[in-house]
Every structure is written in structure tokens, then in C-alpha cells.
């Protein structure tokens, strides 16, 4: 059964803003006992993560390549974590999942990863 959902994806031009939402689906899933994270994956490269969160939210990690142009950010009571991508860039264009870990204090990479959703495309055209 599907665990993470993701939403908010679409087409946006560059400059252009995109909110990403994840959801768990299921009224069992323990949300709070996973650190979260958004991964993309554009058509011929690897996975690459792009913005973690820890259980509380009160800590975040960004990729240098989105810092300063997207927030992550988790609603615990909403089962939710979002990703709001400002400034947004054809570069940026890329299938972008959430992950549910575990394992870690925060996400590093996607080893461990127990939960994936099955992704939303974002495409920023020029």
C-alpha cells in the first residue's frame, strides 16, 4: 500500500513559484517518527536529494544549488511536509519525490529511506 502522496507539481515558467505537498495516506502511518526529506530525479541522472527535515522540524538542510530560493517545511498534525520552491529555474525541472526515513536524526542521502512517494513532476520552462 502507498504510504507518501505527493502533490503541487506542474508547469511553471522560470522565476515562477511551485508548493510541493506530501501527505501520508494512511491513518497508521506514525508521520512523526520519520525524518522527511525531497529528492528529484531528472530523465538520465541519479536521484539527488534536495531538502530534509528532521521529526520536529526544527531542524532543515538544503541542496546549495536550491538554498536561498526553496523552504521545507512539515505540518506533524497535517501528516504533511511541503516543499516551497521559489525563483524557480529550467534546471530545476525534474520528477521530485518525498522520502520517509527511519533510521537518521536527518536525511543525507537515500540510503535508508523506508518510505518513497511515487513522485510529481515539475517542469520550469524558459
Known amino acids: 500500500q502507498k504510504q507518501l502522496a505527493e502533490s503541487g507539481g506542474g508547469l511553471v515558467q522560470a522565476g515562477g513559484s511551485l508548493r510541493l505537498s506530501c501527505a501520508a495516506s494512511?491513518?497508521?502511518?506514525?508521520?512523526?517518527?520519520?525524518?522527511m526529506g525531497w529528492f528529484r530525479q531528472a530523465p538520465g541522472k541519479e536521484r539527488e536529494l534536495v531538502a530534509a527535515?528532521?521529526?520536529?522540524?526544527?531542524?532543515?538542510n538544503l541542496a546549495d544549488s536550491v538554498k536561498g530560493r526553496f523552504t521545507i517545511s512539515r505540518d506533524n498534525a497535517k501528516k504533511t511536509v511541503y516543499l516551497q520552491m521559489d525563483s524557480l529555474k529550467p534546471e530545476d525541472t525534474a520528477v521530485y519525490y518525498c522520502?520517509?526515513?527511519?533510521?537518521?536524526?536527518?536525511?543525507?542521502?537515500?540510503?535508508?529511506?523506508?518510505?518513497w512517494g511515487k513522485g510529481t513532476l515539475v517542469t520550469v520552462s524558459s
Open positions: 522520502a520517509a526515513d527511519a533510521h537518521v536524526p536527518i536525511i543525507t542521502g537515500a540510503r535508508g529511506v523506508d518510505y
Open positions: 494512511e491513518r497508521t502511518f506514525i508521520f512523526s517518527a520519520y525524518t
Open positions: 527535515i528532521s521529526r520536529s522540524g526544527g531542524s532543515t
